[in-house]
Structure formats: structure tokens, C-alpha cells
């Protein structure tokens, strides 16, 4: 994974049919999604379950670029090495999940893959102040975690704002994640985002029989970037 600060789009499968992950994973990719955004939630981070490491490692296959697991369960340290051996090419752990993020970050980096950090709407930015050195993405939640569909938090354009200021020149990305569309989209790119995370946004009206809906419906994302 190289890295760069073009403005990537990545679809959450949490709008996929649940029946057919393999065939949604390679309709985004074909359609021009460059990651695909994997939503893991425990019931008791998040008020919703999904799905574990055995899923993560079955729709692998189907993905030939970046993977990106988004974890929403605690605690997290115990799944670290299971999700990374699941083939996950990034691995994000929520700052709230528990009191050791530094710890957790060591270990996702330990585990072989690239280290992410995800903030809720209300956890400041100075919370990885310190974790800059050893994060490889900050997630800014723009939605309380848990469910698609959910309406975009304004707020949160400025925290986005403070990241991009703190980061510097250091190689990390920041991630949106949650009610990013095209009128959205382009407020989180102008403070700085350069990965946009999108559910409904980019699986409505589409399926992997009219999968060319799933890419109009990222191309006005981007356009509108
Ligand atoms: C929310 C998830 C998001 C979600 C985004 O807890 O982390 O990735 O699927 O969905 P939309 O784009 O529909 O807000
Ligand atoms: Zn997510």
C-alpha cells in the first residue's frame, strides 16, 4: 500500500446484501470503489452485530485492493491477530473501545497491518495527539457508530480541520465514516479527508445485477469533491 492524499472512496458493505458479500465486494471494485470499507460491530460497542473474522477472511478473495476493517467491539486487543490473519490490509480500533489505544495500535502494527484510529462525534481531536507517530489512519466518525443511513454531524468538519493541521507531513490518512454523500462529501474534503467511507450513498438503487448504479452513485461523490 502506497500512500497518497487523492480523495479515495470506500464503500461500506454494511449496505451490501448480506447474502452475497463476495459478488458486492467485486461489483464496487469493478465499478472504480478503491477500498472497501468492512464494518465489524459486537453488540455491546455498538448497539448492532454483523459479523467476525470468519466473514472478513471468506470475502478476502474478492477483493483485490485494500480491505479496511473498521472494528466496533471491546474489547478489541483478544480479535487483533485474527483479523490481520483474515487478510485485512488495515485494521481500525476505536479510541473509546477500552483504556489502552496505545497498546492496541502496537498491536495492530505488530499483527502485519496498517494501524488506524477511529474517533466517536464526541471525542476531541487532541485525543491521538499522542499516537500520531504510530497510527497509519484516523477515522472520523460522523455518525454515532452503529447503523447506515444516519444523518451527517456538522461538528465534526472541524475536528476534521484540527487533524489535518496536527498530522502535518506525516503519511496518514483521514477517513470520514457515516452520512458522507454528495453534498457532504465535498465540506470533509476541503478540511482535509482524503479517504470518504459511504453506505447507502453508494449501494442505493443498485445491486450486482445493475451494478452500474453503484458506480454513478460514486462518481457523484467524487465529482462533487
Ligand atoms: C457506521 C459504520 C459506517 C456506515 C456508514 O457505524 O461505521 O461505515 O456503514 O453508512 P452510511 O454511509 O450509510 O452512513
Ligand atoms: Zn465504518
Given amino acids: 500500500m502506497t500512500f497518497d492524499r487523492s480523495i479515495k472512496i470506500a464503500p461500506s458493505i ?8 463476495g459478488k458486492e465486494c467485486e461489483a464496487i471494485e469493478a465499478q ?8 465489524v460491530m459486537d453488540g455491546h460497542f455498538v448497539p448492532n452485530i454483523t459479523f467476525g473474522p470468519e466473514t472478513c477472511k471468506a470475502i478476502r478473495p474478492h477483493i483485490k485492493g485494500v480491505m479496511d476493517v473498521h472494528l466496533m467491539i471491546a474489547p478489541v486487543d483478544a480479535y487483533i491477530e485474527a483479523f490481520a490473519q483474515a487478510g485485512a490490509d488495515i485494521i481500525t480500533a476505536h479510541a473509546e473501545a477500552g483504556p489502552h489505544i496505545h497498546r492496541t495500535l502496537q498491536a495492530i502494527r505488530g499483527a502485519g497491518a496498517k494501524a488506524g484510529v477511529a474517533l466517536n462525534p464526541g471525542t476531541p481531536a487532541g485525543h491521538v495527539e ?83 448504479v453503484y458506480g454513478a452513485n460514486m462518481r457523484a461523490i467524487r465529482d462533487a469533491c
Fill in 14 to 21: 454494511l449496505s451490501a446484501d448480506f447474502a452475497n458479500f
Fill in 32 to 39: 472504480g470503489a478503491d477500498w472497501v470499507h468492512v464494518d
Fill in 130 to 212: 499522542h499516537l500520531l507517530d504510530m497510527v497509519d489512519l484516523i477515522c472520523v466518525m460522523t455518525v454515532n457508530p452503529g447503523f447506515g443511513g444516519q444523518k451527517f454531524i456538522h461538528s465534526q468538519i472541524a475536528k476534521v480541520e484540527k487533524l489535518r493541521a496536527m498530522i502535518g507531513d506525516r503519511p496518514i490518512h483521514i477517513e470520514i465514516d457515516g452520512g458522507v454523500t454528495p453534498e457532504t462529501a465535498p465540506l470533509v474534503t476541503k478540511a482535509g479527508a482524503d479517504v470518504l467511507v459511504a453506505g447507502s450513498a453508494v449501494f442505493k438503487g443498485g445491486s450486482v445485477e445493475a451494478p452500474d
